[in-house]
């Protein structure tokens, strides 16, 4: 038997970060342009498909459903839709990988199927909660089996689905996501309402494919037995993604960096905001529409942060960031307090707790709360850190490696290809010191 692939790295202080970085595709509007594309009637194409474990994942799965999808180029996909009622029933289980995104959707749009189905996951996603999805789905009609709430999702096909209005008890764009899916087979209409606004791709990407849905910031409806038609997508550069060079640029001194074209959408850029608030030099430029959705240029320059209280509106906009987030508020001046977030200790890892024993480990005095974490502000030193398989757990420590005093060993690097294969050499072109152990 071959053991597990334990990839690591060590990052080390590097140069000022220089030049012009070209994040890859959005891993959110990557998930749902293949779905989408799969359900349509004619061929679409998706340019800008991020190349991540996950979004392949997803690809993998439609093509087991019998939908024929050609990779023409790296980051291009041509999906050849087989319509609303297409889908064929796979054989097997169908594997996820690490993308809670893709099986939360998934378990939406397969609940609504003729055919029964099996989603299962690696060891991360088979810890996350899936009752979020189950409960509305499940009022919706639908019968998902799943010992204690977790992955593997037994589906069973063969059930007429019925719409239903959901007042979503968590700001989750993944299950507001996976019950506008379902609607689309349900009979009458399906409306969701969020405590508080989250992306809002699905929705956008849906009226794009020609659907009629009716959305504001927090809400969306739409009516079943709609058929979707076929059209190109052009996925915008993955925001979270750019979050680490965003920071990176920020902490070291004497740099200045451009992320070319990288996505706005303002359900995504609360990081912005709370840097901005911390003193961050971060100027758009080139703005323009790209598919839809906002992106610009974003030139990053040095700046020294203080510490700030996150504003807790600010939270479910930047949802993905609080691991860049801590590392910039470890070398703030000042105390850095996270509230209302305890959604952080259901991602790829438990984020609190990973990020305040990694920078404890780096030097730095941090109070881990149940919802939040308080970071005091400081000098970093070398340390060893695991990433406890979290891609956005080991990026984050490269950056902090960059402002470290000694070495930082990063235990678990493979998953960062779930999201963003290729950051370390996109890094070490930034100036970022930083290497393969
Ligand atoms: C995502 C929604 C968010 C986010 C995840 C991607 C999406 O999850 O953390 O990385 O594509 O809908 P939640 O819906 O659990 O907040």
Request: charged share 20%; with cysteine.
């Amino acid at each position: 038997m071959t053991s597990p692939r334990q990839e690591s790295w060590t990052a080390t202080r590097g140069t000022p970060l220089r030049g012009e970085v070209a994040i890859p595709g959005d891993k959110s509007v990557s998930h749902r342009a293949v779905m989408l594309a799969a359900l349509a009637d004619g061929t679409s194409r998706i340019d800008g498909f991020l190349e991540g474990a996950d979004t392949r994942a997803t690809a993998a799965i439609f093509e087991r459903m019998g939908v024929r999808i050609e990779a023409p180029s790296p980051s291009t996909r041509i999906v050849h839709g087989v319509g609303i009622d297409g889908l064929r029933a796979p054989s097997g289980v169908l594997d996820c990988g690490n993308a809670g995104t893709g099986m939360r959707l998934l378990s939406g749009l397969l609940a609504a199927q003729p055919f029964d189905s099996v989603l299962a996951g690696d060891a991360s996603l088979s810890r996350r909660p899936m009752k979020r999805v189950i409960e509305p789905l499940s009022r919706m009609g639908a019968r998902i089996d799943a010992e204690g709430g977790l992955p593997p999702l037994r589906i069973h096909g063969g059930r007429a689905l019925r719409g239903i209005d959901f007042e979503s008890p968590v700001a989750s764009a993944q299950v507001k996501s996976a019950v506008l899916l379902a609607g689309l087979f349900a009979r009458g209409e399906t409306s969701v309402r969020e405590p508080h606004p989250t992306r809002d791709y699905t929705e956008r990407m849906l009226a794009a494919f020609g659907v009629d849905i009716d959305f504001a910031p927090g809400r969306a409806r739409l009516r079943g037995g709609q058929r979707l038609r076929a059209t190109d997508v052009a996925v915008p550069a993955d925001f979270s993604s750019a979050a680490f060079f965003i920071v990176a640029a920020t902490l070291v001194p004497g740099s200045e960096l451009r992320l070319r074209a990288v996505g706005l959408n303002p359900r995504r850029t609360g990081l912005l905001a709370a840097l901005r608030a911390m003193g961050a030099d971060i100027v758009e430029e080139n703005a323009a529409t790209e598919g839809g959705e906002p992106v610009a240029d974003l030139v990053v320059r040095h700046a020294p942060l203080r510490g700030i209280a996150v504003p807790a509106q600010l939270v479910p906009d930047m949802i993905d960031e609080f691991p860049a987030l801590a590392v910039a508020a470890a070398c703030a001046d000042g105390t850095t307090v996270v509230s209302e977030a305890a959604e952080l200790r259901v991602k790829e890892s438990d984020r609190i707790a990973a990020m305040a024993t990694g920078l404890r480990a780096l030097g730095a005095a941090v109070e881990e709360r149940p919802d939040g974490l308080v970071i005091a502000g400081g000098a970093l030193r070398g340390g060893t850190i695991e990433s406890h398989g979290d891609h956005r757990i080991a990026m984050a420590f490269a950056v902090a490696g960059q402002l470290a005093g000694r070495e930082v060993a990063i235990a678990d690097v493979a998953n960062v290809a779930t999201s963003f294969p290729g950051f370390d050499g996109l890094a070490r072109q930034a100036g970022f010191g930083l290497r393969a152990r």
